[in-house]
Structure formats: C-alpha cells, structure tokens
C-alpha cells in the first residue's frame, strides 16, 4: 500500500470524527435554546390511543370525547403505557438469551520498516473472521425467566386498564359534575325570573295602593338574593369546567361547551352478581393473582438451586488472512454444576422466598376483603340515590303546584308575600333537590362501575 494513501485515509478519518464531534456540541445546545416555553408546558395530545383525531376542546364536547380527550392526556395513563412497552423490551430481552450471537471483523495491516543502509521495507496484510456462537448456561433458569417476564407484561397490561378504569370514573363525575352546575344556573334563572316579576307585580300593586311599601322592599330584597345565588351558581360552573379540563389534562382559561343530553341509566344487576363481576373483572385483583404466580415462580427458582446446573456451548468460526476465509473453528461443549455448599444461602433463599409468598396471599385476601368493601358502598349509595329520585321528583310537581296556588292567592288580595316568598323558594329548592339526587345515581353508578371493573 502507498504510503501517501494511508497518511490521506488517516487524515480523512480524523477530520471526520471532528466534524462529527463538533455537530454534537453544537447543534444539541441550540435544540434546547430554541424551543419556546409554550411547547414545553401545556403540551396536549392530538390523536387519541387508537390513532384517531381528538375532538377540539373548544366545541362542543360530548361524554366519550371526553373519556378520549383524558385517556390521551393523562400523565398516568401515559406512564403506564411506558411501563407496558418497557416490559415488553425486557420480555424480548429475555429470550433473547436463547438466541446465537454472529460477529464479522476485517482488518488491513501496512507496516514499513528501515535499518540504516538498508532499503525500507514495507508489508501489508489483510484479515477477515466471521463468528457465530450460542452459549447457554441454567437452561431452566432461563426459561423461567421469561415466563416471570410474560406474566410481567400482564401486570403492566392489567395496571394500565385499572388506571384507565379510575380516569374514566373521574371524568364521568367530573362531567356530570359540570352538567349539574350548568343546570342549577338555568334553575336560579328561573327563580330569579320568578322574583323579577314578584317585584314589578308587587311595585306595581304599591303604586295603585293595593300593597304595602314592606311588601316591595321584600320583594325587592328576594330579588337581591337571588340574584346573589346566581352570580354563586355561575362560578360554581367555572370551578365545575375547571375540575373538569384538570381530569382531561388539558389547560384552557375557557368554560368546556359539553353536551346536555344525558340519559340516565338504569342499573339492574343484584348485589351478588356485582361482587361477582368485581372478582372476575377487576384489573386490581387479576394483578393481585398474577403477584401469586410470581411469587410461586420465585419460589421455585430459590428451590433450583439445590439442583445441578447445565450448560450448553456451540460456536463456529471462519477465517484467514488476505481476506479469504480458509480456516475453520467449531465447538460444542456441555455441562454440568452440581451445588454442594454455599454457607446456607440457598436454605434462607427458599425460606424468603416461601414468606414472601405467603405475605402476597394475605395481600391478596386482604384486597378481596376491601373489594367487596367498596362494591357494598357504592351498591347501597346507588340504590340510595335511586329511591331517592321519584321522591324528589314527586316534591317539586307538589312545589310547583304550592307556588301556583301561592301566586294565586297573593294576586287575589288573599295571600301575603310572605307566603309567596316561601313557596317559591320551596319549588326552588325541590327542582335543585331533584337535580341533586338524579346527577347523585349517575355519579354513584360510575362509582358502582369502577368499583366492579367495568366502564
């Protein structure tokens, strides 16, 4: 090889590296320098888990876009998508132990040499090997590992629903929190309507003499409380769309449009069959089941080590000088260790292992225990609020027809306002009540699904 074309390889080499070398140092501070605040906080998804759009927070937003608006946003749920994938790359890690590794290497030798008196004299020489090898050492070991790692990936899968199934129980709440307040606004309209119209009826009885002044200044008062309960009511919505853009993970100084056609469901399952949904849905309690498993599996593998451990080695190799492959390597080899001593370790590995297992299955009763627990709450607070609904419902017709007759009596010359007052505020106070008790059962149905591992 010339002398002159190594030197240019060397150099070329050299500047490149430095070129490369420079790129990092410069180009990664500008990549942080440049990036404006705004995209580093109040960053939102824009497609949902499936790859769809996601609706625009600005319109009109109904229940599942919702769901699929916090599903996307959430920082937990997020997390636990990571968690899956990252079990899923140490699953594959682990068998990958099972698997041959391949190597290729190639090298051109140039060497000049110069005695005084003596011509130089150059050499060069090339050489090319290629390698493959499968080493396998606690073959059981290893395939107990990855099982561990399959039952892993479940976990991570299984927390990752449970995580889904509190997000969409808290934007069920959330949203029917903000319907609820959106409502109780158009109820306190109403009211205020209705005492907007006492008071003109009754300044306007007090200028033909048929009303006392008191009777105006009362009536004027009612007004002013009522319009007090509204400007609450409406904040009261603010802090509701508030909550609610939180459990979305989305940041937006405007109120969420969201839609106001919700029906009610009617939830019909008994008792016993809700505890048992919760026992065979729950991604809690099949995550509980699958910690037994692992905790067997360690078991077992702590209870390995008593017995001899097999190894196996297979390489083969090719390679030669002047870059032509003529020789050949090849090697097998098996074996086996055999433990006889090592200072009670394994003793008190099994013993670990074995009061681990056990602590895993009072962990696992114990959470049973509070499963049904929960379910039992939230059954006799759904069944609450559902008896409750009729009852309330009943109220604000007999609070209407009180008022007609009340407004009835006051026009008449009969009644005084007083009387009117009351029953106004009573009908007032059974239409919030009704409100309450119906957003109460759909509250307390999410409660009741989370509870049971169902959506």
């Known amino acids: 090889m010339n002398m002159n074309i190594f030197k240019k390889i060397i150099c070329f080499v050299a500047v490149f590296t430095a070129l490369n070398l420079q790129g990092k140092v410069i180009t990664a501070p500008e990549s942080v320098s440049n990036t404006p605040a705004k995209e580093v906080y109040g960053v939102q998804a824009t497609t ?14 109904s229940l ?3 769901i699929n608006l916090a599903l996307a946003n959430s920082t937990s749920a997020v997390s636990a998508s990571l968690q899956k994938k990252m079990a899923q790359v140490e699953l594959n890690l682990a068998k990958g132990n099972f698997l041959p590794t391949a190597s290729a290497s190639a090298s051109e030798t140039y060497t000049a040499h110069k005695t005084s008196g003596s ?9 090319v090997a290629a390698e493959a090898t499968l080493s396998i050492r606690g073959i059981t070991d290893l395939v107990r590992n990855v099982r561990m790692k399959q039952v892993e990936v479940e976990q991570a899968e299984l927390k990752f629903k449970n995580i889904e199934n509190d997000i969409i ?3 069920k709440k959330n949203y029917y929190n903000l319907l609820s307040a959106l409502r109780t606004v158009n109820i306190r309209m109403q009211s205020r ?13 007090y200028r033909l003499g048929l009303r006392p002044k008191v009777d105006v200044t009362t009536a004027e008062v009612n007004l002013n409380n009522e319009e007090l309960r509204l400007i609450r009511a409406k904040n009261a ?11 979305l993970g989305i940041t937006t100084p405007n109120t969420l449009d969201i839609e106001e056609n919700i029906e009610e469901e009617n939830f019909e399952l008994s008792f016993d069959e809700t505890v048992k949904t919760a026992y065979e849905n729950r991604p809690d309690v099949d995550s509980s089941r699958l910690d037994i498993r692992l905790s067997e599996m360690r078991l077992n593998q702590a209870k390995a080590a008593y017995l001899p451990t097999f190894s196996f080695l297979a390489g083969f190799s090719k390679s030669g000088d002047d870059f032509h492959l003529d020789n050949e390597d090849t090697r097998l080899a098996v074996g086996v260790e055999i433990p006889i001593f090592n200072a ?5 590995g099994v013993k670990q292992a074995q009061l681990n297992l056990e602590n895993t299955q009072n962990n696992t009763r114990s959470l049973l225990n509070n499963v049904f627990l929960e379910v039992q709450n939230a059954f006799i607070k759904m069944e609450e609020s ?27 010359g009969i009644g005084d306002i007083i009387e009117l007052k009351d029953a106004e505020a009573a009908y007032t106070d059974a239409e919030l009540s009704l409100l309450t008790a119906r957003y109460d059962y759909a509250s307390a149905v999410a409660d009741l699904k989370q509870a049971m591992g169902t959506y």
Request: contains cysteine; hydrophobic residues 25%; proline residues 5%.
């Open 48 to 61: 949902g888990l499936d790859g769809s759009p996601l609706p625009d927070i600005n319109g009109t937003l």
């Open 64 to 66: 599942q876009d919702c």
């Open 119 to 127: 011509p130089t004299v150059e050499d060069h020489y090339g050489n």
């Open 169 to 171: 129980r808290d934007v």
């Open 193 to 205: 309507d209705v005492y907007k119209e006492q008071f003109d009826r009754t300044s306007e009885y």
């Open 237 to 247: 919505v603010k802090t509701a769309s508030a909550t609610l853009a939180n459990t």
């Open 344 to 348: 009670f370790k394994t003793y008190n």
């Open 386 to 412: 559902k008896e409750s609904i009729p009852i309330a419902q009943l109220n604000a017709e007999k609070a209407k027809e009180n008022l007609e007759l009340a407004q009835g009596r006051y026009n008449e």
